[in-house]
């Protein structure tokens, strides 16, 4: 994974990984029934925050973007995206414990939502990620920092 790595984003690059995502979920959305690409995209672009975001590149190529929300208590994972041809390479594991890595030193959990039924679910778990709670839709994601390292 030497060539991998997280770049900052402009506002300018918000409408690019809305149509990411868009692609990204329309699997399992489709699978759960509730497939809406403009809603996705409206969703992902009301809540757009580039100081948060950042692009997953391998190489020279776009591979994904990941969202995180800095809270003082907690990492939220908003958001984490491959395109097709990046996934089941060890990018999103990666990604992940570069994350795992920061909350490490800050001594906090993160924390995501995953859509119930979605092939990601067994990605965070692998993870290590538990399953705090559930509703009719999604699953909440929870990994802790050890203490003591």
């Not at 399992?28 to 580039?50: C, I």
């Amino acid at each position: 994974m030497s060539d991998l790595k997280l770049e900052a984003v402009r506002n300018a690059d918000a409408a690019r990984l809305a149509d990411l995502r868009v692609e990204a979920m329309r699997p399992s959305l489709e699978a759960a029934g509730r497939f809406d690409p403009a809603r996705a995209r409206r969703r992902f672009l009301d809540a757009f925050t580039a100081k948060d975001t950042r692009m997953i590149r391998c190489g020279r190529d776009l591979a994904g973007f990941i969202v995180v929300r800095r809270w003082p208590d907690h990492l939220y994972l908003d958001h984490l995206y491959l395109i097709l041809s990046f996934q089941r390479r060890g990018i999103g594991g990666h990604v992940i414990n570069a994350l795992k890595h920061e909350a490490q030193a800050r001594m906090v959990p993160i924390r995501l939502t995953a859509l119930r039924g979605s092939p990601a679910n067994d990605f965070y778990a692998s993870c290590g990620f538990q399953l705090l709670s559930y509703d009719s839709q999604d699953n909440l994601y929870q990994w802790n920092p050890v203490l003591g390292s």
